[in-house]
Nanobody, 120 residues
Framework: QVQLVESGGGLVQPGGSLRLSCAAS????????MGWYRQAPGKQRELVAA???????NYADSVKGRFIISGDNAKKTVYLQMNSLKPEDTAVYYC??????????????WGQGTQVTVSS
């Protein structure tokens, strides 16, 4: 089993920045990739960004050039630096760890979620 603890959400004005953190514990040696998803009210949960243990990254088109995912592979900690935030970035952000680099199929673990609100 893997446990994930997220931190760093909050309220920020449009154009501002936030940094999310997610630390994994438990059977971290089984983790091949970690990432961030988000879910806005009335919408489906969507991938924001992901990073594999080898350092390959993947971003949603809507956040490319604004968000940066990074991680400490030894500690299985992942960060999401969010810049130039927009009101449409408002959502609950969830950390996910997965035993597969593609992060699909069985073998995924979710954090409890952290609220990000972008509003003036």
């Amino acid at each position: 089993q893997v446990q994930l603890v997220e931190s760093g959400g909050g309220l920020v004005q449009p154009g501002g920045s936030l940094r999310l953190s997610c630390a994994a514990s438990g059977n971290i040696f089984s983790i091949a990739a970690m990432g961030w998803y988000r879910q806005a009210p009335g919408k489906q949960r969507e991938l924001v960004a992901a990073i594999t243990s080898g350092g390959s990254t993947n971003y949603a088109d809507s956040v490319k050039g604004r968000f940066i995912i990074s991680g400490d592979n030894a500690k299985k900690t992942v960060y999401l630096q969010m810049n130039s935030l927009k009101p449409e970035d408002t959502a609950v952000y969830y950390c996910k760890a997965h035993r597969m680099a593609t992060m699909v199929g069985p073998g995924g673990y979710w954090g409890q979620g952290t609220q990000v609100t972008v509003s003036s």
